[in-house]
């Protein structure tokens, strides 16, 4: 008597194997998934700091990821990969900087830091920062602005 537990088997397989993805975390206060691997490619969604999105594929420097349904494209600077270790997870005390501290550092501040700064710095003209920071510019702008100068995207 022959079982027929191959396809069955080998079909489940395949599609556990689509819906596994490795979790990423936003770094950036804001960013947008995209509709193709390119940075103005058209937005499909707007990402927030410490969103997690699951990663699909990588393309080069960009990966195909998935948020609330949506799916696209997200510069690897926009984002750390999450794994956990089982030495983080039983660690009592935690030393030095992590690899995440230090590329949130040099995206900018969090609210929470910028708060103590302010408290530290109250010389600082910090009126002027939180209008730069309400700033938008559209992506055609900034499409128009390249070609104005002669820059073409990689």
């Given at each position: 008597m022959k079982t027929r537990l191959g396809v069955?088997?080998?079909?489940?397989?395949?599609?556990?194997?689509?819906?596994?993805?490795?979790?990423?975390?936003?770094?950036?206060?804001?960013?947008?998934?995209?509709?193709?691997?390119?940075?103005?490619?058209?937005?499909?969604?707007?990402?927030?700091?410490?969103?997690?999105?699951d990663v699909m594929n990588q393309e080069g420097d960009w990966y195909r990821v998935q948020f609330k349904g949506i799916t696209g494209y997200i510069h690897k600077t926009a984002i750390e990969k999450k794994s956990i270790s089982f030495s983080e997870t039983f660690a009592t005390q935690r030393k030095g900087t992590s690899d995440a501290e230090v590329a949130l550092a040099g995206k900018g501040f969090t609210p929470q830091v910028e708060k103590a700064y302010k408290n530290k710095h109250p010389e600082m003209k910090y009126s002027?920062?939180?209008?730069?920071?309400?700033?938008?510019i559209q992506d055609a702008d900034v499409i128009a602005f390249l070609k104005r100068g002669g820059l073409q995207e990689p």
């Open positions: 069955p088997l080998l079909l489940l397989c395949f599609f556990v194997s689509l819906s596994w993805a490795e979790p990423v975390m936003v770094l950036t206060k804001e960013n947008a998934i995209r509709e193709a691997p390119k940075f103005f490619a058209p937005v499909k969604m707007q990402v927030k700091y410490s969103d997690m999105l002027l920062v939180d209008r730069v920071e309400t700033y938008t």
